[in-house]
């Protein structure tokens, strides 16, 4: 499945079924709160008998959506729904707005700290995209990858 960027209006994730498995869990917007947000979803993950690699990859694209919406927002509380049908794996990051701008890949110069996030977010994924959330006036940043069962 080719990458999607969100120029290209992928604001609505592909839909997973009836049959996904499904979590979901709200954290305050503290920077302890992306720790917290890769344990989660480890253990949730671990619980739905997902592959380790595909566990590894999504707790990687977690804590870079957690971190950017924390960064980048105003949000009192970030969002994180997960969804999974063994050999897929839906990760939608939700916060409350207050973004200056629609979040997007950049090329992050050498010396930078970061900067990086999106663009692992859209090396790693087989679709991503940001839509709105599902209340309010924030976004959602979603990603699609692969994820066995272990």
Same mark, same amino acid.
């Given at each position: 499945m080719a990458l999607t960027d969100p120029a290209t209006d992928a604001s609505t994730p592909p839909r997973l079924g009836g049959s996904a498995l499904r979590a979901a869990f709200g954290l305050p917007a503290d920077v302890l709160a992306v720790? %917290? &947000?890769?344990q989660r979803v480890r253990e949730? *993950?671990?619980a739905w008998g997902v592959e380790p690699d595909g566990a590894d990859t999504a707790v990687l694209m977690v804590s870079e959506l957690f971190t950017n919406a924390l960064v980048h927002t105003a949000s009192e509380v970030i969002t994180c729904r997960l969804a999974w049908i063994p050999g897929r794996l839906l990760i939608e990051v939700a916060d409350e707005g207050g973004a200056q701008s629609a979040p997007r890949p950049r090329k992050a110069h050498?010396? $930078? $700290?970061?900067? !990086?996030? *999106?663009?692992l977010v859209k090396l790693l994924a087989e679709q991503w995209g940001v839509g709105p959330a599902p209340r309010g006036p924030g976004r959602t /940043?979603? %990603? /699609? *990858? !692969? &994820? &066995?069962? &272990?």
């Open positions: 720790g %917290a &947000a890769r949730q *993950l671990g050498s010396d $930078e $700290e970061g900067g !990086r996030g *999106l663009m /940043v979603w %990603a /699609v *990858l !692969r &994820a &066995a069962r &272990a």
